[in-house]
């Protein structure tokens, strides 16, 4: 999808409608700077008031996902709705695998302090002390890459210079400061460095 596009179209739409961005965000409960961040390409709508802000502008979702109106004979309500699910699905998607990293971060926690614990309490050569430990890291070190990529693919990251959100390659998550899901990385979209916050949606 072309969000410079969407977001000149949005714009349209409401200027049509002869709303402010003011406005429109208190028909949508929601702040004017999202409006502004969708119409200058920065953002998308959220799924969960697409089909709202598509009622205020009187225009179909597959419109707002063109960019444009499209003529289409019968247009196809049932494909705004596979196209709405499709998004809910990706963010319900996101959700599952960001509550998924989280566990089995919690998982392997118990293991490498168990494993601590017993290298402490038992007579051992420290050679065997370390290897106890070593082996308590163990699915911590294997499971680590997988959550590095859920971080990846999961949702969005948010700069902080030009809000806008964006899913970073491999190589900037694995490498970057962090602390949680914030993470120090450059913006694709402005070029800045910055700590950027995850979020499960485009909006």
Same mark, same amino acid.
Request: proline letters at 3%.
């Given at each position: 999808?072309?969000?410079?596009? +969407?977001?000149?179209? +949005? !714009?349209?739409?409401?200027?049509?409608?002869?709303?402010?961005?003011?406005?429109?965000?208190?028909?949508?409960?929601?702040?004017?700077?999202?409006?502004?961040?969708?119409?200058?390409?920065? !953002?998308?709508?959220?799924?969960?008031?697409?089909?709202?802000?598509?009622?205020?502008?009187?225009?179909?979702?597959?419109?707002?996902?063109?960019?444009?109106?499209?003529?289409?004979?019968?247009?196809?309500?049932?494909?705004?709705?596979?196209?709405?699910?499709?998004?809910?699905?990706?963010?319900?998607?996101?959700?599952?695998?960001?509550?998924?990293?989280?566990?089995?971060? +919690?998982?392997?926690?118990?293991?490498?302090?168990?494993?601590?614990?017993?290298?402490?309490?038992?007579?051992?050569?420290?050679?065997?002390?370390?290897?106890?430990?070593?082996?308590?890291?163990?699915?911590?070190? +294997?499971?680590?890459?997988?959550?590095?990529?859920?971080?990846?693919?999961?949702? #969005? #990251?948010?700069?902080?210079?030009?809000?806008?959100?964006?899913?970073?390659? #491999?190589?900037?998550?694995?490498?970057?400061?962090?602390?949680?899901?914030?993470? #120090?990385?450059?913006?694709?979209?402005?070029?800045?460095?910055?700590?950027?916050?995850?979020?499960?949606?485009?909006?």
């Amino acid at each position: 999808m072309d969000q410079v596009k +969407i977001g000149r179209f +949005i !714009a349209e739409c409401r200027k049509k409608a002869d709303l402010t961005q003011m406005q429109l965000a208190e028909k949508l409960n929601i702040t004017d700077r999202a409006v502004s961040k969708w119409e200058t390409g920065r !953002a998308m709508p959220d799924s969960s008031i697409m089909l709202a802000l598509c009622d205020i502008l009187g225009i179909s979702v597959t419109d707002l996902l063109c960019g444009e109106v499209v003529s289409m004979e019968n247009n196809n309500k049932e494909l705004e709705t596979k196209l709405l699910e499709s998004l809910r699905e990706k963010e319900k998607a996101d959700r599952r695998l960001l509550r998924m990293e989280i566990v089995t971060g +919690i998982l392997c926690l118990p293991v490498l302090l168990g494993c601590v614990l017993l290298a402490e309490l038992l007579a051992l050569p420290e050679w065997q002390k370390v290897l106890i430990v070593l082996g308590g890291l163990l699915p911590l070190l +294997i499971a680590t890459p997988f959550m590095i990529r859920i971080e990846q693919v999961a949702g #969005y #990251y948010e700069c902080a210079h030009c809000k806008a959100r964006h899913v970073p390659k #491999y190589s900037s998550v694995f490498g970057a400061m962090h602390f949680g899901r914030t993470r #120090y990385m450059k913006c694709p979209s402005c070029g800045k460095r910055s700590w950027q916050k995850k979020f499960t949606t485009k909006e």
